[in-house]
Antibody, heavy 121, light 112 residues
Framework: DVQLVESGGGLVQPGGSLRLSCAAS????????MHWVRQAPGKGLEYVSA????????YYANSVKGRFTISRDNSKNTLYLQMGSLRAEDTAVYYC??????????????WGQGILVTVSS | NFMLTQPHSVSESPGKTVTISCTRS????????VQWYQQRPGSSPTTVIY?????PSGVPDRFSGSIDSSSNSASLTISGLKTEDEADYYC???????????FGGGTKLTVL
C-alpha cells in the first residue's frame, strides 16, 4: 500500500524556518512527481509546490516563491519542504501527496495524513 | 491563470442523487484533466475521480465525473447517497500558464 508520512511540523515564530519531511513507501518513489498541498484551519486546499520525479523541475505557488524550497532524496524515498521567512498566514496542515508517474502535470492521487505548522509568537 | 468555482454547499437526502459543479473561469475545461477529492472531517483528502471521469479502484460506481465544454465546467455526481458520503469535495486541475495545480474552493455535502 502507498504510504506517505509527514514529519517536522510544529510551532515556529514569525520569520523563522522549518523543514518538513515526507517518508514514502509502497511504490517506486523515484518514478513519481510529488506535491506539497496545505490547508489553513477551516479553509480549503491550496497548492504549495511540486517536484518532478528526478528532482530536475520544481514549481511553487506565488505565495511561497522565494521562501520555500522543495527537494527530494530518491535514495531515501523522502520528500522535503524547507520553509523560511515564515508568516502567520503559512499556518496550516501541510500534506505530502503523490503525483503522476513520470508526469509532473498529473494532480495528486495519494495523500499523507498531514502535519500541522503553526506560525505564531 | 484561472479559478475553479464550486458551490459552497449542497444537501440531499439518503438514496438520492447530487451533482457538484466546478466551473473554470478562463480557458477550456477540456485543456487539462480534472480530479475530484473527498475529505471527510478530520481526515486527509482521497481521490474519488481522476482524469475527468476515471474512478480509482475501491471507489464505488455511485461516483462519476464528467466535463461539459458548453458550460466550461466539470461535475461530480454521486448517486444512491449514503450518510458516509457526507464530506467536503474539491475539484482540481493543472494551470499550464504558470505551472500550478489549481483547487476549487470546496463544496460541503450534507446528507440528511
Amino acid at each position: 500500500d502507498v504510504q506517505l508520512v509527514e514529519s517536522g511540523g510544529g510551532l515556529v515564530q514569525p520569520g523563522g524556518s522549518l523543514r518538513l519531511s515526507c517518508a514514502a513507501s509502497g511504490f517506486t518513489f523515484s518514478n513519481y512527481a510529488m506535491h506539497w498541498v496545505r490547508q489553513a484551519p477551516g479553509k480549503g486546499l491550496e497548492y504549495v509546490s511540486a517536484i518532478s520525479s528526478n528532482g530536475g523541475s520544481t514549481y511553487y505557488a506565488n505565495s511561497v516563491k522565494g521562501r520555500f524550497t522543495i527537494s527530494r532524496d530518491n535514495s531515501k524515498n523522502t520528500l522535503y519542504l524547507q520553509m523560511g521567512s515564515l508568516r502567520a498566514e503559512d499556518t496550516a496542515v501541510y500534506y505530502c501527496a503523490r503525483g503522476g508517474e513520470d508526469d509532473i502535470l498529473t494532480g495528486p492521487d495519494y495523500w499523507g495524513q498531514g502535519i500541522l505548522v503553526t506560525v505564531s509568537s | 491563470n484561472f479559478m475553479l468555482t464550486q458551490p459552497h454547499s449542497v444537501s440531499e437526502s439518503p438514496g438520492k442523487t447530487v451533482t457538484i459543479s466546478c466551473t473554470r473561469s478562463s480557458g477550456s475545461i477540456a485543456s487539462n484533466y480534472v480530479q475530484w477529492y473527498q475529505q471527510r472531517p478530520g481526515s486527509s483528502p482521497t481521490t474519488v475521480i481522476y482524469e475527468d471521469n476515471q474512478r480509482p479502484s475501491g471507489v464505488p460506481d455511485r461516483f462519476s465525473g464528467s466535463i461539459d465544454s458548453s458550460s466550461n465546467s466539470a461535475s461530480l455526481t454521486i448517486s444512491g447517497l449514503k450518510t458516509e458520503d457526507e464530506a467536503d469535495y474539491y475539484c482540481q486541475s493543472y494551470d499550464s500558464s504558470n505551472h500550478s495545480w489549481v483547487f476549487g474552493g470546496g463544496t460541503k455535502l450534507t446528507v440528511l
